[in-house]
């Protein structure tokens, strides 16, 4: 892992022709659509000509889910399997995750570029709350973290948690989710399905974190099994 030591990440160029090619497509989708509204408005094609007439309703829907799309790395793994460690470190190093000697991740954590740091908590199916500033600009541990008292109660997995950093690493749109251990919670595991059924496969990366000292397991096996037989279009 020595290019970690470089000051510009090796995805960076490839990132960036990425945003480029999408405001470009942004751009003609909506040059598309203004000349629908031109045609409609002429009247060149009769007098109750609409939109869904000249581009149906689904290929709308799927156009603009595609352009909402941002390359976004997951990493998964059993319970302390240094899942938030290895992320630091593809992050260039420090603590951009907050680590323990304990299990530590509770809730899912998503990472993502801006000059100043925020988070917001975004409960599953909602809107999520107005942004805060972030003391100290990172994550803290208190904040990802469950009590064993508090993991009793099935409601407080329900959170989701968005923190905006000013990690060069993550710019200009890469956006990098931290799950908690696979099977620890019903409703992380529902999270972690949407994710890969709301991300274009294209811009999905998959990262299944091994414990070094107890390398393969059964566990292991059966959820990079779920994850095919759900998910064929992943490769």
């Known amino acids: ?17 990425f945003r480029h090619r999408k405001e470009y497509s942004r751009k003609i989708y909506e040059e598309c659509l ?5 045609i409609i ?3 060149v094609l009769g007098e109750t ?3 869904r007439d000249l581009i149906s309703d689904e290929d709308t829907a799927s156009i ?7 390359p976004t790395i997951v990493f998964m ?5 240094g899942k938030s460690s290895l992320a630091n470190e593809i992050l260039g190093g420090g603590t951009w995750l907050p680590v323990a000697a304990e299990p530590c991740t509770s809730r899912l954590v998503h990472l993502k570029y801006s000059p100043k740091a ?11 709350s107005r942004a805060c500033a972030l003391k100290g600009g990172v994550p803290k541990l208190e904040q990802i973290c469950l009590t064993d008292e508090e993991k009793k109660n099935p409601e407080n997995f329900k959170i989701q948690l968005e ?3 000013n990690n060069e690493w993550l710019r200009p749109n890469l956006q990098v989710v931290d799950l908690p251990g696979w099977n620890e919670n019903r409703e992380l595991d529902k999270a972690l399905k949407e994710i890969i059924q709301d991300t274009s496969v294209e811009t999905l990366v998959l990262v299944y974190v091994l414990d070094g000292n107890k390398m393969l397991r059964g566990l292991d096996l059966e959820f990079i099994d779920l994850v095919k037989k759900e998910f064929p279009d992943l490769n």
């Open 77 to 81: 793994g059993q319970v302390n399997s």
């Open 41 to 43: 408005q002429s009247k």
């Open 1 to 17: 892992m020595a290019y970690l030591t470089r000051n510009m990440p090796p995805w960076r160029p490839a990132l960036t022709q």
């Open 34 to 38: 203004q000349s629908f509204q031109d």
């Open 163 to 165: 923190f905006e950093v």
């Open 64 to 70: 603009q889910k595609a352009l909402q799309h941002e």
């Open 49 to 51: 000509i609409a939109i």
């Open 118 to 128: 925020y988070y917001r908590t975004v409960p599953f199916g909602e809107a999520p």
